[in-house]
């Protein structure tokens, strides 16, 4: 399974950002895809994850703020981010959790100054 992952890049404080992110591979038909961020200095955190069945889970820091969404057809995982902050800078990675086994995408970078 290879993820692979788009759409980051330098954006003002209050702006948007919609990152991408697409998996091959061998995908069975029940996972959880989801993305995580992981700033410098810090650890890799939950950002948000959605279910095959669209059931959804986000950080306290991003509710309101950041809607995932997916579609299945294609295997593909969406992370629309709205009112970003400075701190939500930090490299984004998706990931897909099927039947136990883990998946990384390589990441990409959101920068979030004026």
């Known amino acids: 399974v290879q993820l692979q992952a788009s759409g980051g890049g330098l954006v003002q404080p209050g702006g948007s950002l919609r990152l991408s992110c697409a998996a091959s591979?061998?995908?069975?038909?029940?996972?959880?895809m989801g993305w995580y961020r992981q700033a410098p200095g810090e650890q890799r955190e939950l950002v948000a994850t959605i279910s095959t069945g669209s059931r959804t889970n986000y950080a306290d820091s991003v509710k309101g703020r950041f809607t995932i969404s997916r579609d299945n057809g294609k295997n593909s995982v969406f992370l629309q981010m709205n009112g970003l902050k400075p701190e939500d800078t930090a490299v984004y990675y998706c990931?897909?959790?099927?039947?136990?086994?883990?998946?990384w995408g390589q990441g990409t970078q959101v920068t979030v100054s004026s």
């Open positions: 990931n897909l959790d099927q039947m136990g086994y883990v998946y």
């Open positions: 591979g061998s995908i069975f038909g029940v996972n959880v």
